[in-house]
């Protein structure tokens, strides 16, 4: 049920928005509390390929455990194909682009100083840089509007679960002491504590993606500023 055993957990981890992540959600086993994700190498947050399947647990904080390694489905068999192709076509026209450009350069005039290509260099990578942060910081607002009734309710979640929290440790004090509690009240909000809990573990796994995604692209920003702001001096 939990699939092949692995030695040890796959990379978790993107830089710039690359690098290696899980994305889906299925096949729930309400026993163990896991489900199947697919395990994908992305590009500017985008899944390009999938590396694998695996049978995981959320321990929150973007943390998985690894209970074992699924096979493929047909269906990440063919994205595996899809994005192989678009790249193999893609090299081909960088190529014949680069073969065009070459040839148009050789016909051109003679080429501006150094100090011209520097400057241009510059500020062309100055306005990439700048499209980048306020494309990211558009997904990241958008993200944070999705997440807010989400994040709202678990906020309010929290408050009345560490109420409840406390209400049931000094009932255990006064009954540990020998004073007389109301085993009815007392195992109703051990019913209602749980189920708050068990509202806020859903809650989470829910928006676990989406949660993940905006984290990255708050580190994404970061790194971009920094880079735009060294370019600018």
Excluded: C
């Amino acid at each position: 049920m939990f699939g092949a055993p692995i030695s040890s957990a796959p990379t978790l981890s993107t830089v710039n928005g690359f690098g290696f992540t899980l994305y889906g959600q299925s096949d729930y086993d309400p026993e163990s509390h896991s489900y199947a994700m697919t395990y994908y190498f992305v590009a500017l947050f985008v899944p390009i390929f999938p590396l694998g399947r695996y049978r995981v647990i959320d321990m929150g904080g973007s943390r998985y455990r690894f209970l074992g390694k699924l096979p493929l489905r047909n269906v990440d068999r063919w994205h595996l194909g899809v994005p192989l192709g678009i790249a193999a076509t893609a090299i081909v026209a960088m190529i014949l682009i680069g073969m065009i450009n070459s040839s148009q350069n050789s016909n051109s005039s003679p080429a501006p100083p150094a100090s011209s290509y520097a400057s241009s260099s510059r500020s062309s990578q100055l306005s990439d840089l700048k499209a980048r942060i306020e494309s990211g910081r558009s997904r990241i607002a958008m993200l944070k509007s999705q997440l807010q009734p989400a994040i709202e309710e678990i906020t309010s979640l929290d408050v009345r679960i560490e109420t409840l929290a406390a209400e049931l440790k000094s009932l255990d004090e006064q009954h540990k002491a020998g004073r007389q509690i109301d085993i009815d009240d007392y195992n109703a909000k051990v019913k209602a504590h749980n189920a708050l809990l068990s509202r806020r573990r859903f809650l989470i796994i829910a928006n676990s993606n989406d949660l993940e995604t905006h984290d990255d692209l708050i580190k994404q920003d970061s790194v971009l500023v920094k880079q735009y702001n060294a370019l600018r001096r």
